[in-house]
């Protein structure tokens, strides 16, 4: 985890960029004006085309950098921080899922594979929906089927919830949603 954590914010604070405007633009850029009151609102937010939970949830971690101090200094990198925990979920799924199948060792192997490899590197902390849903995706697919029958409404309902949050992230996921739904439902209905 720490090292998935520290290898995606190489590229957000070492050598900051952004990779595509709608980093800015989407979700910083209103979030900014949620917190401070400037800032340019796109026009996919005003006609509703556009979700306001991610521009939303970086508001929040804006507002808690705050207890340290103004400004993007202080903002920055607690959203890297943010978004780069959010990005090693993946590493610990893939982890949980190969632990049963090939042991510690080859979990751990499984593990290190996702952490280091260089697409989830360099794009795996950027404030991009497509990023976000991805991350969250994965999570609600181990919660789902974690290599066992799940039986739990807890567990399934959880799942759902982070699928619903998926397609609020991005909708263009709804493909895959769909076929998540499917699967998961024709495993508990085939064991029901």
Known sequence: ?????????????????????????????????????????????QLGVRS???????????????IVGDGPDYYLPVIAVGFAVLAAAPVVCCFLWCRPLFGVTGALLAGLAVAIAPEPVYFGARALSETVAGHLLIVALWVLEP???????????????????????????????????LWT?????STG
């Open 1 to 45: 985890m720490a090292l998935a954590i520290a290898l995606r914010l190489q590229p957000i604070l070492v050598d900051p960029s952004a990779v595509w405007p709608d980093e800015i633009f989407q979700t910083s850029e209103p979030a900014h004006r949620l917190v401070f009151g400037s800032g340019l609102v796109a026009w996919e937010f």
């Open 52 to 66: 306001w939970l991610l521009p939303g949830i970086i508001a929040g971690l804006m507002e808690l950098s705050r």
């Open 147 to 181: 290599g066992y029958l799940v039986i739990s409404r807890r567990r399934l309902f959880v799942g759902g919830a982070l699928l619903g949050l998926v397609l609020a992230t991005r909708v263009q996921l709804a493909p895959a949603l769909a076929a998540a739904m």
């Open 185 to 189: 439902s024709s495993t508990t209905a």
